[in-house]
């Protein structure tokens, strides 16, 4: 069945300096790629996405890329603030009804 | 827009004991879907419903889990009797085409 692998699982960086996060996935019919946002005793919450027409879709300082061709999309941020410490999941979608596939989650601290 | 609405937010209950988690969707979405987190495991999809229908249950993990969405505006996931093994946080999610958002959780603990 499908899956998603994410990476790195811990990801420490200083105040300022970019973040970023990649997923590789299995099932080349995958045609949706969100990423959420999971700080602590709260749910995941929708940040960005991009759908498989696409290679690149910005929003501020976050920014998300896809390869289709190797199966891979990656999350970036920039100019990173304390307040993007959070779990970050990406996840993989093949039709509209749902049924995402999460990645296994990235720890993201950001030191002041 | 309130968001996803569970209840309660947190529920300790002892082994064996039945127990009930709700959820409100946001209004005009047609999907809903119930999620188990654990630090083991991460996110699971439980099942899902699509216009009120369960689509896919393949998720759930015993006979002691079941799910109902009685209407466009709510639904439950009960578990009887529970188990000590099935503390975690549960989510339910309302989507829109392939857009999902989650609500706050269900922090269960059975002892």
């Known amino acids: 069945g499908e899956n998603v692998e994410q990476h790195p699982s811990t990801l420490s960086v200083q105040e300022g300096d970019s973040a970023v996060i990649k997923c590789t996935y299995s099932?080349?019919?995958?045609?949706?790629f969100p990423w959420y946002k999971q700080e602590l005793g709260k749910g995941p919450q929708l940040i960005i996405d991009i759908r498989s027409n696409v290679g690149e879709k910005k929003d501020q300082r976050i920014a998300v890329t896809l390869n289709k061709t190797a199966k891979h999309f990656s999350l970036h941020i920039t100019e990173t603030q304390p307040e993007d410490s959070a779990v970050y999941f990406c996840a993989a979608s093949k039709s509209n009804t749902g049924k995402l596939i999460f990645g296994q989650g990235t720890t993201l601290q950001v030191k002041p | 827009d309130a968001g996803v609405i569970q209840s309660p937010r947190h529920e300790v209950t002892e082994m064996g004991q039945e127990v009930t988690l709700r959820c409100k969707p946001i209004s005009g979405h047609n999907s809903l879907f119930w999620y188990r987190q654990t630090m083991m495991r991460g996110l699971e999809l439980l099942i899902y419903f699509n216009n009120n229908v369960p689509i896919d249950d393949s998720g759930m993990p015993e006979d002691r889990f079941s799910a109902k969405m009685p209407n466009a505006s709510f639904s439950t996931l009960k578990i009887q009797p529970s188990e000590p093994r099935d503390s975690a946080v549960y989510f339910c999610?309302?989507?829109?085409?392939?857009?999902?958002?989650f609500g706050p959780g269900t922090r269960l603990t059975v002892t």
């Open positions: 999610a309302s989507g829109l085409g392939y857009e999902q958002y």
């Open positions: 099932d080349s019919a995958s045609n949706y």
